[in-house]
């Protein structure tokens, strides 16, 4: 724990915001980090209470230590903070700045709506770690002779192709875009995680030993059959990218787009890589996003950014509660109000509200036609309205990974949500030496959860290899 009488003796505080006025004019994060004297403070906060539900599965996917850590940033020992983060989470500075942190619902002090500010310290340790050179590549003493191909280099590649390279093996990364990192660098705005945090990594673990490919998409560059014959086990741990299809009359009108290419098409840019595809701006029009979760609040902050004169997001979910009722859902994730930085740049925010179709002039999206509807989410008759729209963006969800190329080539079974199957300890898929981990096992999740997938299927694949692992759970 932190300090004894900490929890009574100081507020939450958490970082604060550029003003949206400013942040919306780049595409930078924008938060304010907190100094040294707040954070200590923060993590004194930490109380002794008893069951730590934070970390564990209820709290934390990848079982952060927080309490632990929290003491020792308490007492300004940030190097043995940063090495006892880093014994369960490889990339804490991600997770600090994009998980929800579910953790700090199942805080004991969120009983009282003050929980520690776990998520604000974990970034600060990892941020710490990096400034103080705490962070160095850990190569392997000794080399096992044994090859494993990671397909996909998201967080959940990325956390198994770590672990792996440190128990000894030769392990290659194939990624299909021109760099690594998957959906954090492609589906993932600059202003909630700028793409260095990813480069610096990717260094750190090619000085382990790990190969990245890029522009490598297995299953139409190459075979499935000629990397299975060519290494000793293979992961699948690419994403949850196929989208579902809400088949509106109008969909395919000039202007209508799923959410992921506008993202990836905007992240490129900011990159400076080369669009090849036709350009998905919103500069000077009235933007509507059908959807209500991240991925909709990230096109809804890049529409700002792009200078759109409106951006409106729907959501057919009835409009949550400010506060939830603790007694019934504490520590679980808990449904309640909430409005993300995105939203809060200026967003109109439709709840109950149904999509009927898209409506168009003369081959063009004009307007958005939608609907209240009750509590089993039907429309309501004589409710209809129309949204002005110029560019409208599906962000309602995905139904699990694309089929087509590596996993028709390879076989795998699949179960009727679209995710591949596998056994829930060992991470196999039905394929022989092949295993698969993160959103292509899960579906659509967090990226604590595919780095916790990712940890998990290394284990398993280094027991598969060796006899045992000595990788830590």
């Not at 690594?180 to 090619?206: N, S, T």
Request: with cysteine.
């Amino acid at each position: 724990m932190g300090k004894v009488t900490g929890f009574l003796e100081y507020d939450r505080q958490e970082q604060k915001y550029q003003l949206a006025g400013e942040r919306v004019r780049h595409f930078r994060e924008f938060t304010l980090p907190l100094d040294d004297n707040d954070l200590k403070k923060q993590a004194g906060r930490c109380m002794d209470c008893g069951i730590p539900f934070c970390h564990g599965p209820t709290g934390c996917p990848v079982h952060n230590q927080i309490p632990d850590w929290n003491d020792l940033v308490w007492q300004n020992d940030w190097e043995e903070a940063a090495a006892n983060l880093h014994t369960t989470n490889n990339f804490p500075e991600f997770t600090g700045r994009i998980c929800p942190a579910p953790c700090e619902e199942a805080c004991t002090l969120n009983l009282e709506n003050q929980p520690v500010a776990i998520k604000t310290i974990e970034q600060a340790i990892a941020d710490k770690a990096w400034e103080m050179g705490f962070i160095k590549p850990e190569p392997a003493d000794i080399s096992t002779g044994k090859r494993v191909a990671v397909i996909g280099s998201g967080p959940a590649g990325m956390a198994a192709a770590q672990q792996l390279a440190r128990a000894g093996h030769e392990v290659h990364v194939f990624e299909r875009q021109a760099r690594p990192g998957g959906l954090l660098r492609y589906g993932i705005p600059d202003f909630k995680m700028e793409k260095y945090h990813i480069d610096r990594r990717v260094k750190q673990m090619e000085a382990e030993g790990v190969i990245f490919h890029c522009g490598m998409n297995i299953g139409v560059d190459r075979s499935f059959a000629s990397l299975h014959n060519e290494f000793d086990a293979v992961l699948f741990a690419g994403g949850a990218e196929d989208p579902r299809n809400p088949n509106l009359p109008g969909q395919e009108l000039k202007g209508v787009y799923n959410a992921m290419p506008y993202l990836t098409q905007s992240n490129q840019r900011v990159g400076g890589e080369d669009v090849t595809a036709e350009p998905i701006l919103a500069g000077g029009k009235h933007v509507v996003v059908i959807g209500g979760g991240d991925t909709a609040s990230d096109c809804v902050g890049t529409a700002f950014r792009q200078g759109a004169l409106s951006v409106t997001q729907l959501d057919i979910r009835p409009r949550p509660p400010e506060r939830e009722d603790k007694l019934t859902v504490w520590p679980y994730w808990p449904t309640k109000m909430r409005t993300s930085s995105s939203q809060a740049e200026g967003a109109e925010r439709e709840f109950q509200a149904a999509t009927l179709g898209i409506v168009g002039k003369n081959g063009k999206a004009t307007g958005v036609q939608c609907a209240r509807v009750d509590e089993k989410r039907q429309p309501i008759e004589g409710s209809e309205f129309i949204l002005k729209a110029d560019l409208v963006f599906i962000a309602i969800g995905f139904a699990g990974s694309v089929k087509e190329g590596l996993l028709e080539q390879s076989g795998v079974d699949m179960d009727r949500r679209g995710n591949v199957v596998a056994d829930d300890r060992s991470y196999k898929t039905s394929s022989e030496k092949v295993f698969v981990a993160g959103d292509m096992r899960r579906g659509q999740s967090l990226v604590v959860w595919a780095i916790r997938e990712g940890r998990q299927a290394a284990r398993s694949i280094d027991t598969f290899l060796m006899g045992d692992s000595t990788l830590p759970v």
